[in-house]
Nanobody
Framework: VQLVESGGGLVQAGGSLRLSCAAS????????MGWYRQVRGNERELVAS???????DYADSVTGRFTISRDNSKRTVALQMNDVKPEDTAVYYC???????????????WGQGTQVTVSS
């Protein structure tokens, strides 16, 4: 499975941004997908995940602001980011796992990452 992110960039605090991830491979509908993020010097942290059944999980820090979704017909997963804050600034990675993407050690595939910068 190859993962390619798009949609990162610069956004003002309080604004919105949508990240997308395109996946290759015919097993997409059966695998878990998600987004992790990393601030330089810090460990990567889970932002959101969605399993093959559509169950979602979110980090407490983004609950109510971010929404993860998937389109199995297009083999894409998206992260809608609303009311963004400066502390959301990070490199965001699209991830996939055969069973789950939680915790990080269960991730099987990583995208190259896309930078999100939120200005105050």
């Amino acid at each position: 499975v190859q993962l390619v992110e798009s949609g990162g960039g610069l956004v003002q605090a309080g604004g919105s941004l949508r990240l997308s991830c395109a996946a290759s491979g015919s097993i997409f509908s059966r695998i878990a997908m998600g987004w992790y993020r990393q601030v330089r010097g810090n460990e990567r942290e889970l932002v959101a995940s969605i399993n093959s059944s559509g169950r979602t999980d979110y980090a407490d820090s983004v609950t109510g602001r971010f929404t993860i979704s998937r389109d199995n017909s297009k083999r894409t997963v998206a992260l809608q980011m609303n009311d963004v804050k400066p502390e959301d600034t990070a490199v965001y990675y699209c991830v996939a796992g055969r069973l789950t993407v939680i915790p990080q050690r269960r991730v099987d595939y990583w995208g190259q990452g896309t930078q999100v910068t939120v200005s105050s």
